[in-house]
């Protein structure tokens, strides 16, 4: 049983770029995340995708266990942060990603969720741009990259809160809802009602 602080959330999104969808069950405490998910995709070709991971105080990564399963092929990954900031990945250390906050797994709306709950970012539009270097997951493949990401709070609507999120050429107007999801990113994820 969650503690009495934890509010439990279930969020489901229809992902474009992989002709699939994501689902992921999440608990949020006062600064904290944890959250696990799944994932089907066609494209590039069809895969299944689960995760696991968990956040420690003002939700600052701690753990990011990642499988994806193929027709011929399983992959895992496990990226783990340490109180002092360094990260390893399955046991080896990454130095490049040290300084990162957060992770990002590519095509999983959820963890765009960490920077904008950490800095309220979705409740401060108009706020200033905020530069986060992140631990990038692309997927299928599982390859991880130090990425630099900018979050630009736009505007609060009764949709929720427009944030501009870019990371080297790509740019989106993602918008969030007011535990800090995601409910509509262009050109990649948008909320199943």
Do not use: K
Not at 83 to 101: I, K, S, V
Request: net charge negative.
């Amino acid at each position: 049983m969650a503690p009495p602080d934890t509010h439990a959330l279930v969020r489901t999104w229809e992902v474009l770029p992989s002709r699939g969808y994501t689902t992921a069950w999440a608990e949020l405490a006062t600064g904290r995340l944890r959250a696990r998910g799944r994932a089907v995709a066609l494209d590039p070709a069809p895969y299944w995708l689960a995760y696991e991971m968990e956040t420690g105080p003002e939700y600052v990564t701690r753990r990011l266990s990642v499988t994806v399963e193929t027709q011929d092929t399983t992959a895992r990954l496990e990226l783990l942060r340490d109180d002092e900031g360094r990260w390893t990945q399955n046991g080896t250390p990454r130095p490049d990603l040290d300084g990162a906050l957060d992770c990002d797994l590519g095509l999983c709306p959820l963890t765009n969720t960490m920077p904008v709950l950490r800095h309220g970012l979705h409740r401060r539009p108009g706020a200033a741009a905020r530069t986060f270097l992140m631990a990038w997951v692309s997927v299928p493949d599982l390859m991880v990259s130090a990425d630099r990401q900018t979050y630009t709070p736009l505007e609060r609507g009764p949709s929720g809160s427009r944030i501009r999120y870019e990371s080297g050429d790509f740019r989106s107007d993602v918008t969030f809802d007011a535990d800090g999801l995601v409910v509509d990113y262009p050109r990649l994820a948008t909320a199943v009602p």
